[in-house]
């Protein structure tokens, strides 16, 4: 019988990044994708425009009606990087408010190849706490060829139309894994790469990891 092995940490995959903008005035979203891209990097597709009928819960606070664009990230984050994420939008949103009331909802979160995980600031059974004030919501998991909601899922991620947004975006993203890309090595970080050097200054051969975004505040 073959003796017991102790399972050893391995580093985790690194994630593609994606940000779900809820807008009125889709005029604003330039403005929005930009102030995104500044701290999160280039934006590498814009999801097309998805009707959001699905609650009444915004109507007080944005009008209606509202419409969801998916935005994903060119740069690959660590998954550890989530919380400080949401930190980071959930004060975009403040900057955005007219009068006290948000103008976008942005809701991030980061897909691999097995799942889609949102951020939330709300705690709740199924999520689990990452710091800071922010849970983790596996909300699709990818089996038998397509994505699947779980009993807790939103009724818009239940979608099939948003569904294929992130399967365009989950068959690039691996593709680019697979395409060596360096992805397990160029792990962005908004302000710097973690090794003192800007995107355009050279790196020293040993430093291939930023610094976690959690480490450092995204203002």
Not at 7 to 22: F, G, K, N
Not at 127 to 155: C, E, H, K, V
Request: charge should be positive; include cysteine; charged fraction near 20%.
């Amino acid at each position: 019988m073959p003796a017991c092995v102790m399972s050893a940490p391995q580093p985790p995959q690194p994630a593609r990044l994606i940000v779900s903008v809820l807008l009125r005035d889709r005029d604003r979203l330039p403005a929005v994708t930009d102030a995104l891209s500044r701290r999160l990097g280039p934006v590498a597709g814009v999801g097309s425009w998805l009707p959001f009928p699905f609650t009444d819960y915004y109507t007080a606070e944005m009008g209606k009606p509202l419409s969801r664009s998916l935005l994903s990230f060119s740069s690959p984050i660590r998954q550890s990087d989530l919380a400080a994420v949401k930190r980071f939008t959930n004060r975009l949103e403040g900057q955005f408010s007219q009068e006290g009331r948000r103008t976008v909802n942005l809701d991030p979160g980061y897909l691999l190849g097995a799942r889609f995980v949102l951020a939330s600031g709300k705690n709740f059974a199924h999520r689990i706490y990452i710091g800071g004030g922010i849970y983790a919501d596996l909300t699709l998991l990818f089996s038998n060829g397509r994505f699947q909601p779980l009993p807790w899922t939103y009724p818009d991620y239940r979608e099939a139309a948003l569904q294929d947004q992130l399967a365009a975006i989950r068959t690039r993203y691996l593709a680019e894994l697979r395409g060596g890309r360096e992805e397990t090595e160029k792990l962005h970080d908004p302000e710097h790469d973690g090794c003192g050097a800007r995107p355009t200054q050279r790196r020293t051969p040993e430093c291939h990891r930023g610094t976690p975004l959690g480490q450092q505040p995204l203002s």
